[in-house]
């Protein structure tokens, strides 16, 4: 069961996060720890918090974007993941993606679909943000549990040359029997982890 939730809240890019769109968030400090400000906060219709990381990195924008945008490689820092291609590249700043997560016998592996758009803004930020989507390209499998990615993704802020603040978002339903209170409480603990993964990995590339 541990080990299925962990995976649960793990996909991130693919599970990654969309960007807050609209309206006001009230975001509630959760912790600090590893350089990473870790926020929750409450959505309307759902017991599933809505989960913020944000981090300094040690590194220019575009070095992070390139490890986000090189999907061949998110095995090497997200955990369980079995599987994460392209199912069609709609545009120039928008793609589907299939992921498929490792769990343990004798529950079954999770997969996503998600759209991804990407926006790059005036002051130079860039946001991903992600949402869950059907596709026939990618139906349904019995022997799998899809999970609902409700928003997800990155929002990328160049401090200098030299420093990218990442802001991580997460709002996703692993559905199947878990309990709730387990789903928000892993979440939080595992959005950390997820950045780190990220900071290590643009850690990897720079240096």
Not at 92 to 120: G, I, K, M
């Amino acid at each position: 069961m541990r080990h299925l939730v962990t995976i649960l809240c793990l996909f991130c890019p693919c599970l990654l996060l969309a960007v807050e769109q609209g309206g006001e968030v009230e975001w509630q400090a959760v912790e600090e720890a590893d350089g990473i400000l870790l926020y929750s906060s409450r959505v309307a219709g759902t017991a599933i918090l809505k989960v913020k990381a944000i981090a300094i990195i040690d590194a220019d924008i575009n070095s992070v974007r390139a490890v986000i945008d090189d999907t061949a490689h998110y095995a090497d820092w997200m955990p369980y993941l079995i599987e994460s291609r392209v199912l069609e590249q709609i545009s120039a700043t928008e793609t589907l993606f299939y992921s498929r997560f490792d769990a343990t016998w004798p529950a079954r592996d999770r997969d996503v679909v998600f759209r991804v758009r990407v926006s790059q803004h005036e002051d130079g930020s860039v946001t991903y943000q992600q949402q869950s989507q059907q596709s026939s390209l990618m139906p349904v499998q019995d022997d799998y549990v899809r999970t609902s990615l409700m928003q997800g993704g990155y929002r990328l802020i160049p401090v200098d040359e030299n420093q990218t603040q990442v802001e991580m978002l997460l709002h996703a339903d692993p559905r199947g029997k878990l309990p709730l209170w387990i789903v928000n409480i892993v979440q939080q603990r595992l959005s950390l982890e997820s950045l780190k993964g990220l900071m290590a990995q643009v850690a990897v590339l720079v240096n």
